[in-house]
């Protein structure tokens, strides 16, 4: 059967997000090729970014299996062709065994993806950004885009210096199939979770798959971001943030959470 919703849906409250997992961050690493030293106030004199004209080649590890790395990269060159990559990749475990010895090395990379970053931080090992932040507009981004990716001097995370920029970041646009779309008379996408789930009823009506979800329902592996969508749809987000950025006494057992809970066994 087709699906008319493949990807799930992340909500808020009184907006309708589309969340993809940041499973990893491209850390930049303390030390940098020249590429990247001009001062973010050089930078904002010119009318463009500008990478000089020497020849640069910025090291990169990444995790197997994705690869918009190389599309981001190739696409780097094309708008800087002085600027070429030398791009390793390896698996997710391998990549953590390894991080340690390879940021504390002679030799780091420029670029690393990674889904931690805290003690590296406070190790000094990861640039501080703020500077390329304010200098390149992504202060002016949704404030949680980069708290997830900032690390307080005590070690927490959600404040403080920022250390890491998402590769596709976490905010990505809807998908759906339009033509289906068109048949349960979806003609924009649905800006609450009401109407999010009137247009289900509606596929589940017309014979359409109305959502699917990567991962195993019976594991659960496919039912942590649905979860958290809804858990930010139907009550307050600060204590999720607090809990997943392990403030001291933050819990996700809450009324509102439960009910997410039990909402989303309706879905099941």
Not at 1 to 29: C, D, G, P
Not at 77 to 83: A, F, I, K, L
Not at 232 to 239: C, D, L, R
């Amino acid at each position: 059967m087709v699906s008319f919703l493949w990807r799930m849906a992340m909500f808020k409250k009184h907006q309708f997000i589309f969340t993809a997992a940041l499973l990893a961050v491209a850390l930049i690493i303390a030390q940098m090729p020249n590429v990247f030293m001009q001062t973010p106030q050089a930078v904002l004199a010119q009318s463009a970014p500008d990478c000089g004209t020497e020849p640069v080649t910025l090291n990169a590890y990444f995790e197997t299996g994705f690869d918009i790395p190389f599309k981001l990269a190739e696409e780097f060159t094309n708008q800087y062709p002085n600027v070429t990559w030398d791009i390793k990749q390896d698996q997710f475990t391998n990549l953590i065994n390894s991080t340690p010895r390879l940021l504390s090395g002679d030799n780091p990379p420029d670029l690393i993806r990674l889904p931690t970053m805290v003690s590296f931080a406070e190790q000094g090992l990861l640039k501080n950004l703020d500077e390329y932040a304010e200098a390149f507009g992504w202060n002016e981004w949704p404030v949680p885009q980069l708290n997830q990716n900032r690390v307080a001097e005590d070690g927490t995370r959600g404040s403080g210096a920022l250390y890491a920029m998402g590769l596709n970041y976490s905010l990505t646009g809807i998908f759906y199939n339009k033509e289906l779309a068109a048949q349960i008379g979806m003609t924009e996408p649905p800006a609450t979770l009401a109407e999010f789930e009137d247009l289900l009823a509606k596929a589940k009506d017309a014979g359409l798959l109305p959502i699917m979800q990567w991962g195993s329902a019976k594991s659960g592996m496919g039912l942590a971001f649905p979860l958290q969508a809804i858990m930010a749809s139907v009550g307050p987000v600060e204590p999720i943030n607090d809990w997943i950025f392990q403030k001291p006494g933050a819990t996700i057992d809450t009324p509102s959470n439960l009910i997410a809970a039990q909402h989303l066994e309706q879905w099941i």
